[in-house]
């Protein structure tokens, strides 16, 4: 279980994230918000990335500035579409993220080979990234972070940038990965995570403002017949500016 207590990130005069207490146990987590409502900093305090001013964030009841480099290999964390190196093969790359995880040699081989299989990347995995289209970049960043099968996936924006084939891919790559793992989806793109999220956390300028299963937020808010309603309903204005 990834559990949050009173999550506060402050840089100088502004605030980023206040007072953000959370508890996810195994499934996929939609975190829904526009742009600048604090889903990236609180996707790199929860990967431990950057520290909170105030709080903590505790795996199975340890903080994990405690666990170390013991939280780091249950972790995956799929940015957007950054920290490659265009020269770098497909298979060089996971070969290089592979060691960082501490995934141990004699094992590498066969871990690299079973994520690109996930990720239906084989016959690219010797090209250079360079040459990558950008669906093709994001699934990469997705066999990486599921390297050592951890049990807390963090997405960033995994669908920006792709044309609706790629995005109903990846969608279901995501999916695919559900059931002892806690999965959290950090997105603006109601429809990428709507089909497959079991719970769904709407963030507005650094708080937490709702949380709830599809239906019961559909419900909530006017009986709305999808999300995507329910998205334009609390952020409308935000989008718009």
């Not at 990236?40 to 505790?58: C, D, H, Q």
């Amino acid at each position: 279980m990834l559990t949050l207590y009173g999550i506060t990130k402050r840089y100088k005069d502004k605030t980023a994230l206040s007072d953000v207490s959370l508890e996810l146990d195994c499934g996929i987590y939609g975190l829904l918000g526009p742009n600048g409502a604090g889903k990236s900093t609180l996707m790199n305090i929860i990967t431990g990335n950057i520290r909170p001013t105030e709080g903590k964030v505790l795996w199975d009841g340890t903080d994990i500035c405690r666990l170390g480099g013991q939280f780091r290999s249950l972790i995956g964390y799929a940015p957007q579409q950054q920290g490659l190196y265009d020269s770098f093969s497909g298979r060089r790359f996971l070969s290089y993220m592979a060691a960082l995880k501490g995934i141990a040699k004699k094992d590498v081989r066969d871990e690299i080979d079973r994520v690109l299989s996930y990720v239906n990347m084989q016959e690219a995995a010797d090209r250079a990234i360079g040459g990558y289209s950008g669906g093709m970049k994001q699934r990469i960043l997705i066999a990486q972070a599921i390297l050592g099968s951890p049990r807390l996936i963090v997405m960033d924006e995994p669908t920006a940038g792709l044309d609706p084939k790629e995005r109903v891919r990846v969608r279901e790559q995501i999916k695919a990965l559900s059931g002892d793992k806690v999965i959290i989806v950090s997105t603006h793109v109601v429809s990428d995570i709507a089909p497959i999220a079991g719970d769904i956390l709407l963030i507005r300028s650094g708080s937490i403002v709702d949380r709830g299963g599809v239906d019961a937020l559909c419900k909530k808010y006017g009986d709305s017949r999808d999300l995507e309603e329910v998205y334009m309903h609390i952020f409308g204005e935000e989008e718009a500016s």
